[in-house]
């Protein structure tokens, strides 16, 4: 094995790390798994809608041992990623018009140590941007589908002093009136990032205002800041694929060395990393639609489905080439019944959640099951089919530990393997206008059926239409 991150988290204190790794584990349900490589300890923090996410830990500042530079020097070499995130809590700048909480996203930072003091000191060195791609992913998610703590792009000031007097805070603020706040490692990751030509940017949350009451209430408005940050990140995670880019390969300055993996008691060897980068560049040329229980935002259903599309079903079919989709989150199901039929009939591959016999599952099923297309079956008990579908075989999935994970991704690469080498049947030879035709008619569902009847009352009405427009 050898480890590999797309996105790398870096933090800096308890209150930061805590966070970040409690609001992971709430999203994806499984502990973060500890990493040593080299002479470096990581987190493995799972995979977020295809995204593999890692955390690295750094001493205050940004030029000291151990401190950001240093450390995302060594998160670059020992896990390869395409983006580097300073993550955690900064100070604000203006009481007035920003409050305890407010989301700082780095379009650029302004390093303030290398000054030239004369008779009034003025600020020298460069004012870097941050990754034009980072900016629009984070900054478009935090105008259109975020409705936390209100997220503020601008200048951030970055330096090796921790603030907390009034009136330094005043003179950083004339040296940069555009600044929308502060913090000390933004410019280690900047020229780490930078250095090695990976993206980085730097979102922290205001803690407090360097105003000399950075003591009060510091526990609580750390965690309220850090947790804001994070929760900030890993929905954006959640809402946009995060695509990494081809780049060029960062050469090692000397051979790769065998590490070692250190995961809670046990112990296990990791292969030298090669010291060029992998191609990251694919096309995905096919489409699969996912069929699941949805529920309500924030229900148990929603979180279990996400987390299986997430963790499972997207690391996989976009391996092999698949572009997936789920009724929630496609771009072109603007007319729900039309839409979900269309990708029922033409999608290369269906995949369908069939736990808690869901019944607008087994009515797209059966759609799906009467056009004869390809489909796969997952379930977290078989015993909780219905009987008239115990017949195909169902891939039976747990995902309470990183173990059971592996094995559901293993089970649905066969799997999905297995069914483009096998033939379509295709018993109902419909066109496209067909379909549209037919969605109308199929949406229309009496209730008075039990659920376990949905998937032979989709499929009656389908061959019955069917056999008319035939």
Known sequence: MCAQA??????????ETGALTDVFQESTGIKAETVTIEDRVYRDLGE?????????????????????QQAVDKGIRALNPDAVVALGVAFGINEKKQKIGDILLSKQIRPYELQRAGEEIILRGDKPHASARLINFFEGIA???WDGAEVRPGVILTGEKLVDRYDFRTQLAKFEPEAIGGEMEGNGVYVSSQDQKVDWIVIKAICDWADGRKRYNKSKRQREAAVNAASFVLHALHKAQFKPI????????????????????????????????????????????????????????????????????????????????????ADDVTRL????????????????????????????????????????????????????????????YVLDTRESVA????????????????????????RPEDVIRMAGITAVIDMK????????????LLEQEATSLL
Not at 6 to 15: A, S
Not at 350 to 377: F, M, Q, S
Not at 449 to 460: M, V
């Open 407 to 430: 094995k559901a991704k293993k089970d649905l690469r066969k799997a999905i393997r297995a069914q483009e080498h096998a033939r379509e049947s295709m018993p109902l030879a419909l």
């Open 246 to 329: 081809e780049r060029r390969p960062v050469e090692s300055q000397q051979q790769p060395k065998k590490t070692v993996v250190e995961v809670d008691s046990g112990i296990r060897s990791i292969k030298p990393r090669p010291s060029t980068m992998r191609s990251r560049s694919s096309k995905l040329t096919k489409t699969c639609f996912v069929i699941c229980p949805l529920g309500n935002p924030g229900s148990d259903e929603r979180k279990r489905s996400d987390y299986l599309l997430d963790s499972v079903i997207i690391p996989e079919t976009k391996k092999l080439g698949y572009k997936t989709d789920r009724a929630d989150l």
């Open 449 to 460: 059926y039990g659920s376990r009847d949905h998937y032979h009352l989709a499929r009656q």
């Open 143 to 145: 105008q259109t589908s």
């Open 337 to 396: 019944n039309e839409g979900i039929s269309r990708h029922l009939f033409e999608d290369d591959l269906v995949i369908a959640d069939l736990t808690d016999r869901n019944p607008n599952v087994l009515y797209e099923l059966g759609k799906r099951h009467a056009w004869g297309k390809k489909c796969i079956h997952l379930c977290v008990s078989a015993a909780s089919l219905p009987f008239n579908v115990q017949d195909f075989k169902a891939i039976q």
């Open 48 to 68: 977020v809608n295809g995204t593999r996410v890692f955390h690295a830990l750094s001493e205050m500042g940004s030029g000291g041992l151990g401190a950001a």
């Open 6 to 15: 797309d996105i790398l988290l870096v933090t800096v204190n308890k209150y």
